[in-house]
């Protein structure tokens, strides 16, 4: 075989390894329900919820309990099906948390609960000024 | 207080001058490609003329940067770019920063270095000018065009011009009143953005971004003109050049992120750094293989391939980072400016015009039959090359899932790829093994510099390094403990890689060929990074180990990697006693930091009043009464000592915590780094004590009746003591009319350490009624006091006190153990490529002052 013919397969090999690789790593957006039934049927670990935080009628977040030491958090998830879930996060509380627009959550399901490993959090944005 | 002339002058200017470059370029683009056409009638008077319109080109788009660079200096915020990127209290230096933090300037900026290196262009070249200059202006016409600002038929808009008045882009009733209504400040750079790095990390990106421009045109040229191989010489010194820019840029910005954001690194791999080191990559690919080409007249079509391919994908970047396309998949976020169609037509038109027109003359583009051998060095730089790709093209697939999901979406199809969960890991995994590869390669290849080898040449010149760098790694690894595998192979690769580069570095210094050397010593910069990545990253430790309590909830590993310190209380870490002794601001004029608690604020945030002497080292730097100017109220620095338990030595971290108004009032939190010789401490506040949230328990309001001056009583288990009544003027700034009366009492704390705190407790009566008791919050001893009443009879006062618990922060502490070596081996690196730049740009201008460029 001609040596560069060796190498063209070589690099195809380790590309189609790399797309191969990549597609079993990449996660997806998912609902509380369809994450709830992947641990089930133990496909898939860890996955990206986008929600929102639980509001009372008033318009006002509940249901953010940080912990007694303040070194952990758990608040409630509103998916995008209307499905609330509670999400425990295993880090102190962002910041943020209460004045977040969106909520993205990182994690899974363990023994029925929902952990999430990290949470991103989409505040309102004012990078474009729209007002004086 | 607010100006009511509006400068239109200066922007009308403005944008005449975008106008006149944009003409220009067009102009240009015709007249350089008519010169370039009619290549021997008539040449010469087209390219004086393309010279000159391209010369006007470029001094209009100069003038563009000053006009808008002045719009910032003089605060005309009558002009939105003045207003939503800068402010008032701005240090002037970080206004070159609201330079580029829009988009527009940023567009600008790129375009300026386009038009000054294309008067290099002009000024260095003969041959290639006419062509080159033809694909220069073109480009020009693009960017200039997304500063136009011009609607064409009332509805199609070009560009988004940074000219545009304020009134005409915010809907606001003053506007109605006073057409020229000027806003008094503007709201300013984003906060996160006043930073040293981000003056001049931006436009070295972008002017790496140009220089990949010169060896695209110079190729396109080539092809176009069907001089398929002389392109190579004047284009190679460029690359190089571009290489070192992007590369620096690039580590610039990773620098910036390790200091600034809260990570725990230097790199994230976030959307918006892959954007441009996929593109580095290439170049840097396709800068050996034209080093291979000008030695052996072999990797021409793959040249080509990667220079076109390295501008394309600079174009791709700037599409995914400014179309909005990220959203969700990015820390940073962009917004469109409407530009994203316009992004996406200069994407393509230079995609499938470069293609076409490889496509076009690929036949005739000489190769070289024979095959390299495997004993040569351009087979093993072109292996490297081959793996430098593919490492890109590795970082290109996952960073591309949002443009493959909206691509699937455009077909009708769903597609809600996400990236995956553990970024860092997942892309380290591979690079890892690439990083591998390059150092063995890039030690390798040096070998086959001289002469020609064979097998046993080889062996005998390879088993020496081989077995230093065996020696050198089982020292260093037993030394310092690295037992994992994976380290030891990437130890044993990088050592290898610096000891035969200096093998090969040491005899051109003794054959005195200094100005070889540059591919050398950015090979040992090279690896030094590798191994300064793997040390610092691999062996990154938390080191602020939370023992106290592990909940039931979570594994061990995951509980354990924040402590919670609360104020005035010792406690141990790492090797280290720790003590957070409170929050600070930074003054202007006062070094160090001022305690929260010494200060009154007043209704502008930028000042506040000294409530106490502010003394620092014995010197006295503002008294009780004084207003102090902060230039950025935002930040809090959290003092934290450490008292190292072994040594007794200490040093102290101000790690940082700022309320982002430009951000919708996020939280950011920015580490302090201690840096020491063989490692940096990273430290970095997780969360603060916020008094005023609701998760804060207040006890019940305990009511103390104070008599006597000099009185003495609890205040949270502190002594306290009361100095009295006194009648103030003014409450928060504010004059009180003649028969309003406000009172203060005075109360001063003694508190650890031998501080005394000031509480000033008002009590405000307006037209003969109680208006205000307004609650003085102190946050050194936890308690909150009013004062609740004054018996005019006896003078006597009642205090209503509530108290909670002491204040805290959650620290997070990274050791990362000899990250000096990374950034050694990167000053090494960009020192090699300087060399190598010289080099190559010194055999352009021998060949072409012989004729032959």
Redesign the interface.
């Known amino acids: 075989m001609k040596k560069s013919s060796l190498i063209g397969i070589i690099v195809i090999a380790i590309a189609i390894a790399v797309i191969v690789s990549t597609s079993s790593s990449a996660s997806s957006y998912v609902t509380f329900d369809e994450a709830y039934a992947m641990s089930e049927t133990g496909k898939e670990s860890t996955i990206h919820v986008v929600g929102e935080l639980k509001k009372n009628s008033a318009g006002q977040i509940v249901g953010v309990k940080p912990s007694e030491d303040r070194l952990t958090v758990e608040f409630i998830l509103v998916d995008d099906n209307q499905k609330e879930q509670t999400v425990f996060l295993n880090s102190p509380m962002p910041s943020d948390l209460m004045n977040s627009d969106k909520v993205v959550v990182i994690g899974g399901y363990k023994n029925d609960r929902f952990m999430a490993d990290k949470v991103l959090l989409k505040c309102p944005s004012k990078y474009e000024e729209t007002t004086l | 207080m607010e100006d009511q002339t509006i400068h239109l002058g200066i922007g009308n200017a403005g944008h005449i001058f975008v106008i006149i470059s944009f003409v220009t370029s067009i102009l240009a683009t015709f007249a350089y490609g008519k010169a370039a056409l009619n290549n021997e009638l008539g040449k010469d008077s087209w390219v004086s003329f393309g010279r000159r319109v391209f010369i006007a080109h470029g001094v209009a788009v100069i003038a563009t940067a000053v006009t808008l660079f002045l719009i910032i200096y003089f605060h005309y915020f009558e002009y939105h770019y003045a207003w939503?990127h800068s402010s008032l209290n701005l240090a002037v230096h970080y206004m070159i920063a609201c330079f580029w933090e829009g988009q527009e300037g940023s567009f600008l900026i790129w375009t300026l270095w386009n038009a000054l290196l294309g008067f290099v262009l002009i000024k260095t070249n003969k041959k290639w000018e006419a062509p080159v200059m033809t694909v220069f202006s073109m480009v020009q016409a693009f960017l200039t065009s997304m500063i136009l600002g011009v609607v064409f038929f009332g509805e199609f808009k070009l560009g988004s011009s940074p000219f545009i008045l304020?009134r005409d882009v915010?809907e606001?009733p003053?506007f109605l009143i006073n057409p020229n209504f000027v806003?008094s400040d503007g709201?300013g750079l984003n906060p996160l953005l006043q930073n040293y790095w981000m003056v001049i990390h931006p436009p070295m990106t972008f002017l790496g971004f140009s220089l990949t421009l010169v060896p695209f045109s110079f190729c396109i040229a080539g092809l176009w003109r069907k001089d398929f191989k002389d392109w190579i010489r004047p284009a190679l010194p460029w690359t190089i050049f571009g290489g070192v820019i992007l590369g620096t840029a690039i580590i610039m910005g990773g620098y910036w992120a390790y200091e600034t954001l809260n990570f725990g690194g230097y790199w994230n791999w976030d959307p918006v750094e892959n954007a441009v080191y996929v593109p580095w990559l290439i170049l840097i690919a396709s800068m050996h293989t034209m080093i291979v080409f000008k030695k052996s007249e072999t990797a021409l079509k793959t040249s080509i391939v990667l220079v076109i391919a390295t501008f394309i994908l600079i174009l791709y970047a700037t599409f995914l980072t400014r179309s909005g396309i990220l959203g969700?998949t990015s820390v940073h976020?962009f917004?469109d400016l409407g530009l994203s169609g316009q992004l996406l037509i200069y994407l393509l038109f230079f995609l499938i015009g470069s293609i076409a027109l490889a496509a076009s003359v690929w036949k005739r583009i000489p190769t070289s039959d024979k095959?390299a051998s495997?004993y040569s060095r351009e087979f093993w730089i072109f292996?490297g090359a081959?793996t430098l790709c593919?490492m890109s093209?590795?970082v290109l697939?996952?960073t591309s899932?949002p443009v493959i999901n909206k691509i699937i979406e455009f077909f009708g199809g769903l597609s809600?790829?996400?990236?995956?969960?553990?970024q860092v890991e997942?892309y380290s995994q591979?690079q890892l093994w690439f990083g591998i590869a390059i150092a063995l390669l890039s030690g390798t290849g040096q070998f086959f510099f001289w002469k020609k080898m064979d097998k046993e040449k080889l062996k005998s010149a390879i088993s020496f390094p081989i077995l230093i760098s065996l020696v050198l790694s089982a020292i260093i690894f037993t030394t310092t403990k690295i037992f994992d595998p994976i380290y030891i192979v990437i130890l044993v690769a990088g050592v290898y890689s610096i000891v035969s580069n200096t093998y090969i570095l040491v005899s051109l210094f003794k054959s005195k060929s200094y100005k070889l050397t540059g591919g050398s010593i950015a090979h040992i910069g090279i690896a030094m990074m590798l191994i300064g990545i793997m040390f610092s990253e691999g062996y990154s430790k938390v080191i602020s180990v939370?023992t106290?309590?592990i909940?039931n909830?979570?594994t061990e590993e995951?509980?354990t990697?924040?402590v919670?310190l609360f104020l005035q209380t010792k406690k141990n870490m790492g090797g280290y006693e720790l003590l957070y002794r409170g929050e600070g601001m930074s003054a202007q004029g006062i070094p160090g930091y001022v305690k929260k608690s010494y200060l009154d604020p007043t209704p502008n945030p930028h000042y506040k009043v000294a409530i106490q002497p502010i003394i620092k080292d014995g010197k006295t730097y503002a008294q009780e009464g004084d207003t102090l100017y902060f230039r950025t109220p935002e930040n809090t620095y959290h003092e934290i000592k450490y008292t190292s338990v072994r040594t007794g030595k200490s040093f102290t971290l101000y790690p940082r915590?700022q309320v982002n108004?430009?951000?919708?009032?996020?939280?950011l939190?920015s580490p302090d780094i201690k840096k020491q010789w063989n490692r940096d401490l990273y430290t970095f506040v997780?969360?603060?004590h916020d008094f005023e949230?609701e998760?804060t328990d207040w006890n019940e309001k305990e009511i103390i009746k104070l008599d006597s001056i000099g009185q003495r009583f609890f205040i949270n288990d502190y002594v306290a003591q009361y100095n009295g009544l006194e009648k103030v003027h003014a409450v928060n700034f504010i004059e009180l009319g003649p028969n309003d009366i406000a009172i203060r009492a005075n109360i001063t704390v003694f508190a650890e350490e031998g501080e005394k705190y000031k509480l000033r407790p008002q009590f405000i009566i307006q037209k003969q009624n109680i208006v205000a008791r307004p609650p003085v919050l102190n946050q050194e001893i936890a308690s909150r006091v009013t004062l609740e009443n004054i018996d005019p009879d006896n003078g006597s006062i009642s205090l209503a006190i509530e108290t909670s618990r002491t204040d805290?922060v959650?620290l997070q502490a990274i050791e990362k153990p000899h990250i000096n070596i990374l950034w050694i081996g990167t000053i090494i690196m960009i020192i090699g490529f300087i060399i190598a730049t010289r080099r190559r740009y010194s055999e352009f201008v021998k060949m072409r002052d012989k004729g032959f460029a």
């Open positions: 939503s304020l915010i606001d003053r806003p709201t969700n976020s917004t095959e495997t292996i081959l593919l093209f590795q697939v996952p899932f809600s790829l996400a990236p995956p969960t553990n997942f591979w939370n106290t309590k909940s909830e979570f995951q509980n990697n924040n919670v915590t108004n430009d951000m919708g009032g996020q939280t939190v997780a969360l603060q949230d998760f805290w959650i």
